[in-house]
C-alpha cells in the first residue's frame, strides 16, 4: 500500500513491523507516532481537542473553543499502534471506536473528517 508517509523512515519502518504483525521498536514507534501527530495538527489547525498517544505524544487540532486550563473538555486517546493504524487508514474511526481502541469524550471529539492523514 503507498503511502504519503513513506517520506517518513520511521512511519514506513514501524507500519512494516506492524503489517507483519511484530511490534516496532521503541524509538521507531515514538518517531513515528510524533510524525502523525504533527500531519493531524497541520491539517486540523485549532485547540479544541486533545488528541493523546501516551506515552509519546498529544496535540491540540480542531477549530472551535479554545482549551487552556485542567483536563481538556473534548479528548481523544488511543495506543501507539491503534494510532499508526487509524492515521494512515489501516483502520477506520468507525472500527477503532466500536472495537474500544479509541476513547472519546466531548461532542467535538470526532476527528473522523482528518483521517487518514
Known amino acids: ?8 523512515a520511521a512511519v ?18 515514538r518517531d513515528a507516532v510524533r510524525v502523525l501527530l504533527a500531519d ?10 486533545e488528541v493523546r498517544v501516551p506515552p509519546y505524544g498529544a496535540v491540540q487540532c480542531c477549530a472551535g473553543p479554545r482549551h487552556t486550563r ?16 487509524l492515521a494512515t ?3 477506520s474511526w468507525t472500527e477503532a471506536v466500536a472495537g474500544g481502541l479509541v ?10 473528517p482528518y483521517l487518514p492523514i
Open 89 to 91: 487508514g489501516r483502520i
Open 40 to 49: 493531524l495538527a497541520r491539517a486540523a489547525p485549532g485547540r479544541a481537542v
Open 12 to 29: 514506513a519502518t514501524a507500519l512494516a513491523d506492524l503489517d507483519a504483525g511484530r511490534t516496532p521498536e521503541r524509538t521507531t514507534l
Open 1 to 8: 500500500m503507498s503511502s504519503p508517509h513513506n517520506k517518513s
Open 70 to 85: 485542567g483536563t481538556p473538555p473534548n479528548v481523544v486517546e488511543m495506543a501507539p499502534e491503534d494510532w499508526l493504524r
Open 103 to 112: 476513547r472519546t469524550s466531548g461532542n467535538r471529539a470526532d476527528i473522523s
